[in-house]
């Protein structure tokens, strides 16, 4: 494997982006060691469907905001400043808090290319594609969804 020697630089205004309806996604990186991104969401809005990685971990460091977190069985509120780092095969979805905007920053190590899945996944929430389009390349962009429908809110609760 060939060392990398170079330091990779995204300048403001660069990186690929993704509209959505509930908010905008922006790839600042995507694949080798590292993916990174941003994520911003409006008020309430839910990110990703709920989903675990079998090869990655997942790190969200929010910016702005507050997300809630469900992990495993547990649900948990993160504000601004707060850091989440999820390891491979945890179950897990997020959004914006209830009345709250969030603004996260996404880090996935290994890094995979995954800018399709989020144009996949801004089509989706644009009702221009259906979720089981997903289903083919779950093992591609290591994301494997899973059913918690209702997932604000644990189960028997």
């Known amino acids: 494997m060939e060392a990398i020697t170079t330091a990779l630089v995204v300048q403001p ?3 690929a982006g993704a509209s959505l309806t509930n908010g905008a996604f922006e790839l600042l990186a ?8 941003r994520l ?4 309430g809005a839910d990110g990703a469907p709920p989903h675990h990685h079998k090869r990655s971990h997942e790190v969200f460091y929010v910016l702005d905001g507050s997300m809630l977190f469900r992990l495993g069985d ?20 997020f959004g914006a808090a209830e009345g709250q905007t ?3 920053f996404v880090v996935l190590s290994p890094g995979i290319e995954r800018f399709s899945y989020f144009e996949r996944l801004g089509a989706i929430s644009r009702g221009e594609a259906e979720l089981s389009s997903l289903l083919p390349d779950q093992d591609r962009y290591d994301v494997h969804l899973e059913d ?7 189960p028997g609760h």
Do not use: M, N, Q, Y
């Open 40 to 43: 911003t969401l409006t008020t």
């Open 30 to 37: 995507d694949g080798g060691a590292v993916s990174a991104s």
């Open 13 to 15: 205004g660069e990186a």
């Open 102 to 104: 969030a603004d996260v």
């Open 74 to 93: 547990t649900l948990t509120t993160v504000g601004k400043g707060g850091l989440v780092i999820i390891p491979p095969g945890l179950v897990h979805v």
């Open 148 to 154: 918690l429908p209702r997932w604000r809110a644990l």
